[in-house]
């Protein structure tokens, strides 16, 4: 069974630092990685897709890495800000378009 | 371009009830899919059509059903509706059959009282 974790589940840090979000999966036969932000009540934005055949990704402040052997990706953002405050979610997609996600990690960037 | 557009955006049924949600992909993608979010959790997923078939399916009764359209809009129809049917039901699309970035729509809030 495919299970996809995310921790830490909350994370509160204060604006400009630099954190990492963890995902872990349980089956490391994956095509791709993609990690997507979502806002209350709001629909998914992507925000970084990781192939399996890459290492990592790069958007802005956001880098994400991918290690398929340890069943592992981080999610870093560099100088956070509040309006990064939202839920971080990990997708593992392993056919056909299907995705399973991680429960989350809700992030608050304190002013 | 538009991106993924759902309706409607909210919705309230009673239990037993029979629901319909709708999803119009980004224009030029084939493949639509369905997710449930359920408060506090991660989307679940439903089921994927590629082409107008289903390619997919997750653990869900045979109470939800979908189809796709010559035109790659979908529908997801949920009959006998339960209280723990309430959640956000999300649509994706993405270009190819697998392998390729999803988009997300807003998604469709279901309350079932």
């Known amino acids: 069974k495919q299970e996809v974790t995310q921790i830490p589940a909350a994370l509160s840090v204060p604006e400009g630092e630099n954190l990492v979000l963890n995902c872990s999966f349980t089956d490391s036969a994956i095509y791709n990685l993609q990690w997507f932000r979502q806002d209350p009540g709001k629909g998914l934005t992507s925000l970084l897709l990781i192939q399996s055949s890459q290492r990592e990704q790069t958007s802005g402040r956001l880098n994400a890495s991918l290690d398929k052997s340890s069943g592992r990706s981080t999610l870093y953002i560099a100088a956070s800000q509040p309006g990064d405050s939202a839920t971080y979610l990990c997708?593992?997609?392993?056919?056909?378009?299907?995705?399973?996600f991680g429960s989350g990690t809700k992030l608050n960037v304190k002013p | 371009d538009a991106g993924v557009t759902q309706s409607p955006t909210h919705l309230i049924k009673t239990r037993g009830q029979h629901v319909t949600l709708r999803c119009s992909p980004i224009s030029g993608h084939k493949s639509v899919s369905w997710y449930q979010q359920v408060l506090g959790q991660g989307p679940q997923f439903i089921f994927q059509?590629?082409?107008?078939?289903?390619?997919g399916r997750g653990n869900f009764p045979d109470r939800f059903s979908a189809r796709q359209f010559p035109n790659y809009s979908s529908e997801l129809n949920v009959n006998a509706l339960l209280l723990g049917d309430s959640a956000l039901y999300l649509c994706?699309?993405?270009?190819?059959?697998?392998?390729?970035?999803?988009?997300f729509g807003p998604g469709t809030r279901l309350t079932v009282t």
């Open positions: 059509y590629y082409e107008k078939e289903e390619r």
């Open positions: 994706a699309s993405s270009y190819l059959r697998d392998s390729y970035e999803q988009y």
């Open positions: 997708a593992v997609e392993y056919n056909f378009n299907k995705f399973y």
